[in-house]
């Protein structure tokens, strides 16, 4: 055995005449410029030296290459870049096998089908997600993956980034063997095999098994990419594949790639993945290890406890599922039962992991149950009465030293403490409707909380496949109080002269999932008229109050769910109309503040949006509710459907003009009148 120093991030090493090249780049071997470099010298070698009869290439430590270095991408890229590594393996004379564990994901996976095989330890996760990310793969993906799996599933697995196991991979002949154990053997073992044998995935010709999926698959992707460039770019690419000769497919290719990758979307969501990575960090200050937590209570089998037990079980905790009464223990409990059963009917979960899950579900009406709990989570109905007499109860029968959770959306984390002997064990963990499925969690820092009692919040946030994201103890906390503020700048422009659908498709139009007055029609009107009318009492009279809703909630108008709201819902139907009601109702309103309407272009409705957003990020940025400007966006990207493609309201912020925002918001402040604090900008610009 020979032992070769090259590059630090690429080291050689021959085992009896195959050279094993090995990545280390950790934490993830991204492929940087150092490992390109490095790659290319070790081919180098392999062509070179008559002693060597074929390469595995393999990760060091626990993955292989996880995908590209991010941050070269938003710079003028440095030779050699990965089509010139992948081209030079090709050429290479002798074979080469990548060797896969962990991850294989973007431009590592284009580095293992650049090779002669692929094998790959069990539980490893193959895709290229590069769409993702607002590109396409650049090195060759587009071409390779169709000559193995065909067009129409190429186009599925690209334009949704969709990650595989190895076992799925051997099924789709993206791999050539699953090996359970010692990689490394089985790797070089394989090299050996294939003599002076080359298999390269160019040579072979793209199965036409599929023709008729394909255009189905294009329709689909388009529809779930919402259209984006990467998406289209994507598409055409991979169509490439069945026309082009191969070289001329992947000049294409790497062209989109080029072009993408110095586009918005790439950059805003470049900002988002860099954003979601720093929001799951606590502060220096803040940094404690976490209480262990092996089974969870949560108080109140509803809508949110029950989505919240559902993640737990997923999760592989035990579940205490508290009720006040046996009727609406039974109901939460077999909506769990429910989800599994549906996960299960349609494929997406296997009977006995579901059966597993089921069984570690506790429900229960007795609060000395409790005393089991390392953590307990309480998602009562939403009012503080009822939230402070069941803290007592938590108080008294949970164990010292188990961390006490309120998921309120509004309610002051502080005073719920209080109404404990032990203030600094509470926190809040604000997750969102539907629980098992939203990404968002936010950790609420009351002022007493243990550093501990968050490390513990935001490890079990990350447990349950959530981003946490630290908040302070403020109305509405990060995501509500920016969605109030936007949603009251779209009522406002509702009484200066656009009509419900205008201001919706407008903000549809930039991106949203759903416009505001969509949104509110489906969860309900009577929340936010409730809200309204326990606020009146202390309302300051000068602010500009916008009593739209009230009056459709006064026509019974509550929603989706009485067949009318903002709009109409003819035969219960999910499609809306306009309704004149509803006009004349806004023109009313316009008339009684003495407004004469005028007609909002969506551009304004947008900008107004946008602006009422980055002002109150900008507010609550400075009154320390978020600790950093990035964490905004990741709220409002993951909880409110703001578009990932466009970065988030503070990443949108940074891309304007500084000196026009700031006249805008002068504006907005002006017709917005009385209790419109226009912030400052700088923190949110320059953090
Ligand atoms: P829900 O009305 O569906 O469920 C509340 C459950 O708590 C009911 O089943 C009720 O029987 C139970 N409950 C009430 N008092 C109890 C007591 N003393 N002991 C035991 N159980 C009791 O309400 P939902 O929507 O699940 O909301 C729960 C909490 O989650 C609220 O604080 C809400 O603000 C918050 N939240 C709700 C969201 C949503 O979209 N629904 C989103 C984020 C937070």
Redesign the pocket.
């Known amino acids: 055995m020979n032992l070769h120093k090259s590059d630090c991030a690429v080291r050689t090493e021959v085992i009896n005449g195959i050279l094993l090249i090995e990545i280390n780049n950790p934490p993830v071997n991204a492929g940087s410029l150092a490992v390109r470099a490095g790659l290319l010298g070790a081919i180098e070698q392999l062509a070179g030296d008559p002693k060597l009869s074929a390469g595995v290439i393999i990760g060091g430590g626990n993955t292989f290459v996880a995908g590209s270095d991010l941050r070269e991408f938003g710079q003028p890229l440095q030779e050699p870049q990965l089509p010139g590594v992948i081209a030079a393996i090709e050429a290479c004379s002798k074979p080469v096998v990548a060797a896969l564990h962990g991850a294989a994901l973007g431009g590592g996976l284009e580095l293992a089908l650049g090779c002669d095989a692929r094998i790959a330890l069990t539980g490893t996760v193959l895709g290229l997600p590069e769409v993702t990310l607002g590109i396409i793969p650049g090195a060759g993906g587009t071409q390779r993956l169709p000559r193995l799996v065909s067009v129409a599933r190429a186009i599925e697995m690209i334009c949704s980034g969709e990650r595989i196991s190895a076992d799925k991979a051997l099924q789709l002949n993206i791999v050539d063997a699953v090996v359970a154990e010692d990689l490394k053997a089985a790797a070089v073992a394989h090299a050996r095999s294939l003599g002076t044998r080359k298999t390269r995935i160019r040579d072979l010709t793209v199965p036409l098994i599929d023709a008729a999926l394909i255009e189905p698959a294009e329709r689909a992707a388009l529809r779930a990419g919402k259209q984006r460039p990467a998406v289209v770019a994507a598409i055409k690419a991979v169509k490439n594949s069945l026309n082009l000769p191969i070289n001329e497919a992947l000049t294409l290719e790497r062209a989109a790639f080029e072009q993408l990758r110095l586009a918005n979307d790439a950059f805003a969501l470049r900002h988002q993945f860099f954003a979601e990575r720093d929001a799951v960090r606590l502060p220096a200050e803040l940094q404690a290890t976490p209480r262990p937590v092996r089974t969870v209570a949560i108080?109140?089998?509803?809508?949110?406890?029950t989505g919240i037990a559902i993640c737990a079980l997923d999760a592989g905790l035990s579940v205490i599922l508290?009720?006040?009464d046996e009727a609406?223990l039974e109901r939460?409990r077999q909506r769990v039962v429910d989800h599994y059963q549906s996960r299960v009917t349609t494929g997406k979960l296997k009977a006995e992991v579901a059966a597993a899950n089921e069984s570690r579900l506790n429900p229960t009406t007795d609060w000395t149950q409790l005393v089991r709990a390392d953590l307990v989570i309480e998602?009562?109905?939403?009012e503080l009465a009822?939230k402070l007499?069941?803290f007592r109860k938590i108080d008294a029968h949970a164990r010292p030293g188990a961390v006490l959770a309120t998921?309120?959306?509004y309610l002051d984390v502080d005073a719920i403490a209080n109404a404990t002997k032990r203030p600094q064990d509470v926190l809040g963990l604000?997750?969102?409707?539907p629980a098992n499925v939203m990404k968002l969690l936010e950790v609420v820092r009351g002022s007493q909380t243990a550093p501990d009692a968050l490390a513990t919040g935001m490890t079990i946030g990350k447990l349950l496949k959530k981003t946490p994201v630290l908040c302070g103890n403020a109305f509405g906390f990060i995501g509500n109080r920016i969605y109030n503020a936007y949603r009251k700048q779209c009522e406002f422009m509702l009484e200066d002269g656009a009509w419900p659908e205008q201001v919706d498709q407008a903000l549809e139009a930039f991106g949203f999932a759903m416009g505001p007055f969509t949104v509110a029609d489906l969860s309900g009107l009577d929340i936010a008229w409730r809200m309204r009318r326990a606020g009146a009492a202390t309302r300051d009279p000068r602010e500009r109050y916008v009593a739209i809703l009230d009056h459709l909630c006064e026509q019974g108008r509550l929603g989706r769910k009485t067949g009318a709201g903002y709009y109409n819902y003819p035969d219960g139907k999910k499609d809306k109309v306009s309704d004149t009601t509803v006009r004349q109702l806004i023109e009313a309103a316009s008339a009684q503040r003495g407004i004469r309407r005028e007609p909002l272009p969506a551009e304004a409705i947008q900008r107004r949006a946008l602006l009422a957003m980055v002002n109150e990020a900008a507010l609550l940025l400075c009154d320390g509710v978020a600790q950093r400007a990035s964490d905004i966006d990741v709220v409002l990207v993951q909880g409110y459907g703001f578009p990932r493609w466009q970065g988030g309201p503070v990443f949108w912020a940074r891309q304007q003009d500084r000196t026009a925002l700031e006249q805008d918001l002068q504006h907005l402040a002006a017709s917005s009148g009385h209790g419109f604090t226009v912030a400052d900008l700088s923190e949110l610009l320059n953090s």
């Open positions: 108080i109140g089998a509803g809508t949110m406890g508290l009720e006040q609406a939460g998602a009562v109905f939403e009822v007499e069941v998921n309120t959306s604000h997750f969102f409707s």
